[in-house]
């Protein structure tokens, strides 16, 4: 409001006097608030912008929350379950395993017939001649060499049977034959790819050393927050059902 005292009655103002100057803008506004201070009512009732945020998120020290939680980070059960299917349970990975097995179990064919042909060929006595030395009558010894070749050539069939099957097949593919029976697959936690032949290998190896212990690799998936073996968590892979057709 001017501090101009009202014009008596009757007044009439010259056109040609011009009107008194506005007061400047900052002493009726006053000096600017402060940056972040709330900001006075407008006196016409408009709405006011909001407060501004910062656009870098919290402050410093805070860690990032992935959207599903902190179950859900890359490589973890949520993560897996979400983007790659169903985590394969302990029963389903054991009868899988089996299967495997007896498939590598086709070399004991050989080495079974090589131990019958082995033992039949074998000296069936024993004497001392007259110079004091041992010999050995019966026995055949071209069928007992002939069964140490069909023993060792079951043993070399069992494992170029498990390579092939879960190292080159598996790591290719994520599929053995008995995950294939049971509808499993071997996949990278973080990506759901099939993890190779190399570190397939990596995690036969660790398997096989870690489950001397009565086979503690497969035992801890049994307890595991993320249904992982010890062998699993060495390579960071996991076992997921694939959906059925």
């Not at 590598?104 to 004497?127: E, K, Q, R, V």
């Not at 990278?188 to 570190?199: E, L, N, R, S, V």
Request: charged fraction near 10%.
């Amino acid at each position: 409001m001017s501090d101009q005292p009202p014009p008596p009655p009757g007044y009439q103002p010259d056109p040609q006097t011009p009107p008194p100057p506005a007061p400047p803008a900052d002493a009726v506004a006053g000096p600017p608030a402060p940056y972040g201070a709330p900001q006075p009512p407008s006196p016409y009732g408009a709405p006011q912008p909001p407060a501004q945020q910062n656009p870098y998120g919290g402050g410093y020290g805070q860690a990032p929350v992935y959207a599903g939680g902190p179950a859900m980070h890359p490589g973890s059960l949520g993560y897996v379950q979400a983007n790659f299917g169903q985590a394969a349970t302990f029963g389903q990975r054991a009868l899988a395993l089996i299967i495997d097995s007896l498939i590598s179990m086709i070399g004991l064919i050989p080495m079974i017939i090589g131990f019958i042909m082995l033992a039949m060929g074998l000296p069936t006595d024993t004497y001392v001649d007259e110079f004091g030395t041992t010999q050995t009558t019966g026995g055949d010894s071209g069928l007992a060499v002939t069964g140490g070749v069909l023993i060792g050539l079951g043993i070399l069939i069992s494992i170029a049977i498990t390579i092939w099957n879960r190292i080159f097949k598996m790591g290719r593919t994520g599929q053995s034959v008995g995950k294939k029976v049971i509808g499993l697959k071997l996949i990278d936690d973080k990506t759901g790819q099939p993890i190779g032949a190399g570190m397939c290998f990596l995690r036969e190896l660790v398997s096989s050393i870690v489950n001397q212990v009565i086979y503690l690799s497969y035992l801890w998936m049994l307890w595991d927050a993320d249904k992982q073996t010890l062998a699993d968590k060495a390579v960071h892979s996991t076992v997921v059902v694939l959906p059925k057709a």
